[in-house]
T-cell receptor, first 112, second 110 residues
Framework: EAQVTQNPRYLITVTGKKLTVTCSQNMNHEYMSWYRQDPGLGLRQIYYSMNVEVTDKGDVPEGYKVSRKEKRNFPLILESPSPNQTSLYFC???????????FGDGTRLSIL | RKEVEQDPGPFNVPEGATVAFNCTYSNSASQSFFWYRQDCRKEPKLLMS???SGNEDGRFTAQLNRASQYISLLIRDSKLSDSATYLC???????????FGQGTRLTINP
């Protein structure tokens, strides 16, 4: 089954404790992306990757890092999480042309 | 000004009604346009692309007005299962990114 898998689905943690949200896709897509979704602001792109070892900043990259060592994986790293990073996070992938974007189930992060 | 703007709603309409949403975009380099649907606490899913000539998919009709920089979605004979948030999405030419509107929340009432 074609899918994008994010882990964990839910995480409550404390300020400053490094965390990684994993994202994996099995569709051999070149393009992968991370978004955060906040009430009233919609989905905002954090980082994206056009292919292996190619990553670039989206609209809200501050406080986040990513890596793309393999085509299927695109982890999101919060080196020192802060409460303003409490949000719902989605990973997505697509073939060139960006449509349709296949989204993971989402990760709800709470930073206390 | 937001790059993609939608009326957040919520819209509450009776089952069987026709409902329409608009979405405006500010970047004239916007190249392609889409409507996504997002159910509560779920991931967004592509509903339909929006073509320059307008396009229809069953009860759903999408239209694009490049001169005025807006796109629309029309839902006819609405069903209870149409209750969701509808996201307007724009692909900016050359920017390699998608810009999402904040979404319009729709509730269909029996």
């Amino acid at each position: 089954e074609a899918q994008v898998t994010q882990n964990p689905r839910y995480l409550i943690t404390v300020t400053g404790k490094k965390l990684t949200v994993t994202c994996s896709q099995n569709m051999n897509h070149e393009y992968m992306s991370w978004y955060r979704q906040d009430p009233g602001l919609g989905l905002r792109q954090i980082y994206y990757s056009m292919n292996v070892e190619v990553t670039d900043k989206g609209d809200v990259p501050e406080g986040y890092k990513v890596s793309r060592k393999e085509k299927r994986n695109f982890p999101l790293i919060l080196e020192s999480p802060s409460p303003n990073q409490t949000s719902l996070y989605f990973c997505a992938s697509s073939s060139p042309g960006h449509q349709p974007q296949h989204f993971g189930d989402g990760t709800r992060l709470s930073i206390l | 000004r937001k790059e993609v703007e939608q009326d957040p709603g919520p819209f509450n309409v009776p089952e069987g009604a026709t409902v329409a949403f608009n979405c405006t975009y500010s970047n004239s380099a916007s190249q392609s346009f889409f409507w996504y649907r997002q159910d509560c606490r779920k991931e967004p899913k592509l509903l339909m692309s929006v073509y320059s000539s307008g396009n229809e998919d069953g009860r759903f009709t999408a239209q694009l007005n490049r001169a005025s920089q807006y796109i629309s979605l029309l839902i006819r004979d609405s069903k209870l299962s149409d209750s969701a948030t509808y996201l307007c999405v724009v692909n900016i030419q050359g920017a390699q990114k998608l810009v999402f509107g904040q979404g319009t929340r729709l509730t269909i009432n029996p």
